[in-house]
Every structure is written in structure tokens, then in C-alpha cells.
């Protein structure tokens, strides 16, 4: 905004002035900013400009058309839409259960395949957005009986808080899985619901075949990786989860070492746990990179081109420590090929600090799309933020989420239109085709 013609500077002060009177609300300032042309914003070809979209978006052919057109009119470029949100699966002829409202549409509707085409038709790249670890509500348990909590119970995270009192209950026993909801309900501003253990070989696997088989099947740009990482670090402290720390250590402590835990454990669920407190922290955090190590190496052996990015706690350090995601490890192993920081603070001197971290840690290798809680911001500073991500050298902005801005309590109707004709220019992308 410094730099160019006399004119160029003037037009943009122009559209300065005009934005910031419609964020006040006057209808006849909106009429004059839709004549003013928007600043200069970065090549849509080469910044990411994507939307997380929920899978409630995905559930009929009208509410895709409908967000492919709005995407594509406000000047995005990238959707990430969810198409594993709970252990379920927004596509056909998965291992995974479909949502009730799925059932109700025909077996020839596949959300993702119509999004895909749809997308691509449009010029839109598609990125699958599966979430890693959280695979239910604790509020409302699944109704397919054949979902993972039922069939696997023993696969599920267990807190340190009420793991001596879950070890008194068989693992297949409905009151299992019952005690972890009802905790889990009570700890609702702090646990979202209830996660599957990166701990578990067999739960690794699993996850790996759903990943192998969308990559395979479907032609993405992208897998998105969401809630990769522990609910806390109070977690996993469930039976089978401490028998593999248990194989994983003991065979090579001392002797000594290993009468005296053995000797405890008969008594102490967390015996080895607690007796090696610094290998039990680095057991979880490397057995959560490897399960990333593997979901990447199952996307890109399938399709090679597709990018693999990851929705990560936008402070490295709290990530680390208190969700056990250790994400400058994935960057420095070169595991992912974006970083997604979930910077959705209201402070815009936070978000600031919190991307120009995420850029320095991501160095020249990685690229980084800005994660914006948009959700709860204000357009303007919404827009802010997008010239912020920018400044600071990110590759692209992701808003959450296209469904909260596009629904109908939303006090600003036109969110995505005052976003995409102040920060995007209201560019529509060239049509590019199926990939």
C-alpha cells in the first residue's frame, strides 16, 4: 500500500475509507464501496484462500452447489471440507459408519465425490478434513452400532482422573464406555468428546486404511489432518495404553529396575508410568508423530501430489506440553507440507505473535495458511488479520468456518462478500478442471 502511482495510492485510501464506513453499518457508504476497486491482494493462483467446511455442509447436492458458488463468487480458492467429523464418514464405501443424514439421501449421492467435481469444475481445490483423534460426542453417543466406540471400546483415551476406577470395569462392558461419556460430559469446556489413542497399534492401522483409501479413491488435492494431539497431557492412561509403555520399556531397564516396578504395578496402575515420568511424556508425543509419520506416507503413497497439512495449537510450546503435539518435530521432519495454526484469538497484537512464530518455525520448508477464528470477529478484522497473515510471510489464510458465516443468526449477512472484495479483490479463480 506504500508503494505505486499517485493514483493507485489514492484509489486505495478510496476504498479504505469506503470499507471502514460500511463496517459501520451505512447503507449508502455500501453502495459506494461496491463501485471502488479493492486493494491489490497476492495472485489467487499462488495464496491459499480456503474455508474449513463442516460436514453439515456436505450433506445435500443443493447445500454443495451452494457452496461451491459462494467459495468461488467471494474470491476463495481451497476448501477443506470435513469429511470425517465423529467416526463417521461423509463418503460412500468407507470401513466407517455414514451420519443419519446421509441415509436419508440416495445411495448415488457421495458428498465428497460431488464436492469434488463440483469444486473442481469451478476451479476450487478440495482437501479431505479428517479429524485424527476425537471420533464422538460424549453428549450424544453414536447411533450406528457399528461405530469405533462400540467395537472397539479399548481403543478409546482414558484421563489419569478416573483411570483406577475404569480399570475395576471390563473393557467390553457397556458400563465402559458409559463411565468415560459421563466424565467426559462434565468436562465439556475442556474436552470436546470422546478420542481414539495414537497409543494403540491397532487404532494406528485403522486410521491409516481410512486415509489409504480416500487418497486412493478420490482425487484430492489435500489430506487435513485435525485434532491430532491428546485432549490433555492427563491422557492416555487407559489399560491397554499402559501395557504398550510397559513392552515398550521394560525389556530394557535394569534388572533391578524392573522387579521393583513389576513389584509396584501389582498394586499401582501407573506404576511405569509415574516410576519413568520423562519417557512415559516422550513415549506419547513420539507415538502421536509417528501416527502422523504414518497417515502422511499412506496420502502421498497413494497420491503423491496431494499436499498433507495439519490444524495445529498455534503456540508451539503449549502444544507441546499440554496436548502432547509436537509440531516443530513434524516440521523439521518434514512430515507436512503446510502448517495450519488455529490462531483464533480476538487480539489482533496475539494473532500477530502467534503466526510470526508459526513462520519462523516453519522456516523456508513449510509453508504456513493462517488459521482466523473468524467465527467470531468482526469482518474488519477478519480482513486485518488476512493483511497480517500476509505481512508476516504466510502462504495462504484458512476462516473458520464457512457455515458460521453463512448462517442465517449471523449479524453480517454478507461476511464472505465483505471479506472477499476487501482482501481478495473479489477475484473468481479460472476454471482449471478435474485433477
Given at each position: 500500500m506504500t508503494s505505486g502511482s499517485p493514483g493507485l495510492r489514492w484509489r486505495a485510501c478510496l476504498a479504505l475509507a469506503?470499507?471502514?464506513?460500511?463496517?459501520?453499518?451505512?447503507?449508502?457508504?455500501?453502495?459506494?464501496?461496491?463501485?471502488?476497486?479493492?486493494p491489490p491482494s497476492p495472485d489467487s493462483r499462488t495464496e491459499t484462500r480456503a474455508l474449513w467446511v463442516l460436514r453439515s455442509s456436505l450433506a445435500t447436492p443443493a447445500s454443495i452447489t451452494a457452496l461451491v458458488r459462494s467459495a468461488r463468487e467471494h474470491g476463495f480458492n481451497t476448501l477443506l471440507v470435513q469429511v470425517r467429523g465423529r467416526g463417521d464418514a461423509y463418503f460412500r464405501g468407507g470401513i466407517e459408519p455414514l451420519p443419519a443424514e446421509l441415509l436419508r439421501q440416495p445411495d448415488s449421492f457421495d458428498p465428497l465425490a460431488a464436492a469434488l467435481q463440483a469444486a473442481h469444475a469451478a476451479g476450487l481445490h478440495v482437501h479431505a478434513w479428517v479429524n485424527?483423534?476425537?471420533?464422538?460426542?460424549?453428549?450424544?453417543?453414536?447411533?450406528?452400532?457399528e461405530h469405533l466406540v462400540y467395537r472397539h471400546p479399548g481403543w478409546l483415551m482414558v484421563p489419569r482422573d478416573i483411570a483406577q476406577d475404569m480399570a475395576k470395569t471390563e473393557i467390553e462392558s457397556p458400563a465402559y464406555l458409559?463411565?468415560?461419556?459421563?466424565?467426559?460430559?462434565?468436562?465439556?469446556?475442556?474436552?470436546?468428546?470422546?478420542?481414539?489413542?495414537?497409543?494403540?497399534?491397532?487404532?494406528?492401522?485403522y486410521l491409516e486404511s481410512i486415509v489409504r483409501d480416500l487418497a486412493r479413491r478420490y482425487p484430492l488435492d489435500g489430506l487435513h489432518f485435525d485434532y491430532a494431539r491428546y485432549p490433555t497431557d492427563r491422557f492416555d492412561y487407559s489399560r491397554p495404553a499402559l501395557r504398550q509403555f510397559r513392552a515398550a520399556v521394560r525389556t530394557g531397564l535394569p534388572v533391578d529396575d524392573r522387579r521393583r516396578l513389576d513389584a509396584q504395578e501389582a498394586v499401582d496402575?501407573?506404576?511405569?508410568a509415574d516410576g519413568l515420568p520423562e519417557r512415559w511424556r516422550a513415549f506419547r508425543v513420539e507415538r502421536m508423530t509417528a501416527l502422523i509419520r504414518r497417515l502422511r506416507d499412506a496420502a502421498k503413497g497413494e497420491r503423491p501430489g496431494a499436499l498433507v497439512t495439519v490444524a495445529a495449537a498455534p503456540d508451539a510450546r503449549d502444544a507441546y506440553e499440554h496436548r502432547l503435539q509436537d509440531w516443530r518435530r513434524w516440521l523439521a521432519?518434514?512430515?507436512?507440507?503446510?502448517?495450519?495454526?488455529?490462531?483464533?484469538?480476538?487480539?489482533?497484537?496475539?494473532?500477530?505473535?502467534q503466526i510470526a512464530a508459526a513462520r519462523e518455525a516453519a522456516g523456508t520448508r513449510t509453508a504456513v495458511w493462517a488459521g482466523i477464528g473468524a467465527w467470531r470477529l468482526p469482518a474488519k478484522e477478519t480482513i486485518d488479520n488476512i493483511q497480517t497473515a500476509r505481512r508476516l510471510g504466510a502462504s495462504g489464510v484458512i476462516l473458520f468456518s464457512y457455515d458460521s458465516l453463512i448462517d442465517p443468526r449471523q449479524p453480517v449477512p454478507d461476511y464472505l462478500g465483505l471479506v472477499g472484495r476487501a482482501a481478495f479483490a473479489a477475484s473468481v479463480p479460472p476454471a482449471q478442471g478435474s485433477r
Open positions: 469506503a470499507a471502514i464506513a460500511l463496517y459501520s453499518g451505512s447503507p449508502t457508504t455500501s453502495a459506494f464501496h461496491d463501485q471502488i476497486a479493492a485424527v483423534n476425537l471420533i464422538s460426542s460424549a453428549v450424544e453417543l453414536p447411533s450406528a452400532r458409559g463411565k468415560l461419556a459421563r466424565w467426559t460430559r462434565t468436562q465439556s469446556s475442556e474436552i470436546e468428546g470422546l478420542y481414539a489413542s495414537p497409543l494403540i497399534p491397532e487404532a494406528a492401522e496402575l501407573f506404576a511405569y521432519d518434514g512430515l507436512i507440507d503446510a502448517l495450519c495454526p488455529m490462531a483464533y484469538t480476538t487480539e489482533a497484537s496475539k494473532f500477530a505473535e
